[in-house]
């Protein structure tokens, strides 16, 4: 079973910059050359792309986010970061981590932009 935990959410001022992490786990599982994202769902919104990232770590981000947010990974931790600087209110979301290949999300967390 994959587990994905995600952390770093919160509240923060317009202008200001949060990191959120998922923490990949899963017995027998190898994250390394799995696809990742992020998604990520506003109130009342459908849920939408982020930013996504391959195992060789080539990028793809929303127009949206696009020279503010900056997707990472770092395989020896199974771990998935996404680096979120600029934060519009617009940006407020409860956001999630996923592995498509083993059709997993986080419970995700919730990322508040105050104006």
């Known amino acids: 079973q994959v587990q994905l935990v995600e952390s770093g959410g919160g509240l923060v001022q317009a202008g200001g910059s949060l990191r959120l992490s998922c923490a990949a786990s899963?017995?027998?599982?190898?994250?390394?050359?799995?696809?990742m994202a992020w998604y990520r769902q506003a109130p009342e919104k459908e849920r939408e792309l982020v930013a996504e990232i391959t195992s060789s770590s080539s990028t793809n981000y929303a127009a949206s986010v696009k020279d503010r947010f900056t997707i990472s990974r770092d395989n020896t931790k199974n771990t998935l970061y996404l680096q979120m600087t600029s934060l519009k209110p617009e940006d407020t979301a409860v956001y999630y981590c996923?592995?498509?290949?083993?059709?997993?999300w986080g419970r995700g967390i919730q990322v508040t932009v105050a104006s």
């Open positions: 899963g017995r027998g599982i190898i994250f390394g050359n799995k696809f």
């Open positions: 996923t592995v498509p290949a083993y059709r997993s």
